[in-house]
């Protein structure tokens, strides 16, 4: 199975922040890589699908970049509504496989 | 707007089987270019894909849980569902049902969860 490893696992930040996380994967899986938003009691949401392009409705301050093995989830400018838990998820393969998660907090 | 909804008992024994069902509303199940999967996430931990079943009818299984699990779905109703046998303490988890597509290759829409507990 394809393992996706995310850092950090957690992440202080303040309003305004630009804030970035890393995905990555165990092997190439080209582009095949979305990222979640979850908030506590809520299911996850799409943010960004095929490593950059972003989910209708998100707003912009989000982007994603990278191909391969490596990518980036970047916040520009960190609003309140965005403190939460962040999770690439990779679709290469026939078996999916999540990241185990970034929460960024309040600083 | 597309709407999936999980329902199933919040209780299963250990050594049963957890049957949940996800009803899909303004939209078609039979649709094509979609698929529909389930995803779990245990207390305080992060998500786990359980497996996906495509409108074409192949299925694709979490190698953990191959042995355990089925998705299925129910046209006549528009629902899919989930039946994970032989469960554990360890199955204890909130379970989302959620909607693919092939041309994003992501979960797009997902149900709200619904907890379920495996306890005698």
């Known amino acids: 199975d394809i393992q996706m490893t995310q850092s950090p696992s957690s992440l202080s930040a303040s309003v305004g922040d630009r804030v970035t996380i890393t995905c990555r994967a165990s092997q190439s899986i080209r582009t095949f890589l979305s990222w979640y938003q979850q908030k506590p009691g809520k299911a996850p949401k799409l943010l960004i699908y095929a490593a950059s392009s972003l989910q209708s409705g998100v707003p912009s301050r989000f982007s994603g970049s990278g191909s391969g093995t490596d990518f980036i989830l970047t916040i520009s400018s960190l609003q309140p509504e965005d403190f939460a838990t962040y999770y690439c998820q990779q679709s290469s393969s026939t078996v999916w496989t999540f990241g185990q998660g970034t929460k960024v907090e309040v600083k | ?120």
Request: charged share 10%.
């Open chain 2, 1 to 120: 707007q597309l709407q999936l909804q999980e329902s199933g008992p919040g209780l299963v024994k250990p050594s049963e089987t957890l049957s949940l069902t996800c009803t899909v509303s303004g939209g078609s199940i039979s649709s094509s270019n979609y698929y529909w999967g389930w995803i779990r996430q245990s207390p305080g931990k992060g998500l786990e894909w359980i497996g996906c079943m495509y409108y074409s009818g192949s299925t694709y299984y979490n190698p953990s849980l191959q042995s355990r699990v089925t998705i299925s779905l129910v046209t006549s109703k528009n629902q899919f569902s989930l039946k994970l046998s032989s469960v554990t303490a360890a199955d204890t988890a909130v379970y989302y049902c959620a909607r693919g597509s092939d041309w994003n290759s992501a979960f797009d829409s997902w149900g709200q969860g619904t907890l379920v507990t495996v306890s005698s």
